[in-house]
């Protein structure tokens, strides 16, 4: 069997960069990765000391499509493409996916010793979803909406964005 790591880890290495990049120049500082525990992905560092972390977490289009990038992506893997069938509500099943996503993450109680020591993280969800567009945003929000009651947040997360493409994050409203 390939190991993807390597392959993941320069997807989230990808993903963290732009990230720290884009909110350096959005709200004009100068965080800077000091290092990558993974978990999390990366603690971010300022000049003044400041701290925080970031986390990565992809949400696809369905299992398929996602072996269908990943055996794309892995040097030495055998590519397995995805068959192209009717999708049925494809944003609405796309949205629960990301909801999924979301809510593992906020859940899950080994990130509470990084918030002890770094403070609040950032959790960046890549959208690989290729019929991605402002329909699938509202699904997003609405799958949210029906199932934010469900999930307990263990307040580790500052903020959540979501990423297509490459364009600039986009926060994803949790509270």
Not at 6 to 12: G, L
Not at 24 to 35: A, L, P
Not at 144 to 157: E, H, K, L, P
């Amino acid at each position: 069997m390939i190991d993807r790591r390597q392959t993941q880890q320069e997807h989230e290495h990808a993903y963290v960069s732009s990230f720290v990049n884009w909110f350096n120049r959005v709200y004009q500082t100068d965080f800077k990765v000091d290092s990558e525990p993974n978990p999390p992905e990366a603690i971010l560092r300022s000049s003044s000391g400041s701290t925080c972390w970031v986390e990565v977490s992809s949400a696809y289009l369905d299992r398929d499509y996602a072996r269908d990038l990943n055996s794309f992506a892995t040097p030495g893997e055998t590519h397995k493409p995805y068959c192209n069938r009717p999708l049925q509500e494809p944003d609405n099943n796309f949205a629960r996916r990301f909801v999924c996503v979301v809510k593992n993450k906020l859940e899950k109680t080994s990130y509470i010793p990084c918030k002890k020591m770094y403070g609040h993280g950032y959790l960046i969800v890549p959208v690989m979803y290729p019929l991605f567009n402002e329909q699938t945003i509202q699904a997003m929000e609405a799958a949210w909406a029906a199932s934010a009651s469900t999930v307990n947040d263990r307040g580790c997360f500052t903020s959540v964005y979501f990423v297509f493409g490459s364009n600039d994050p986009i926060e994803f409203p949790i509270s």
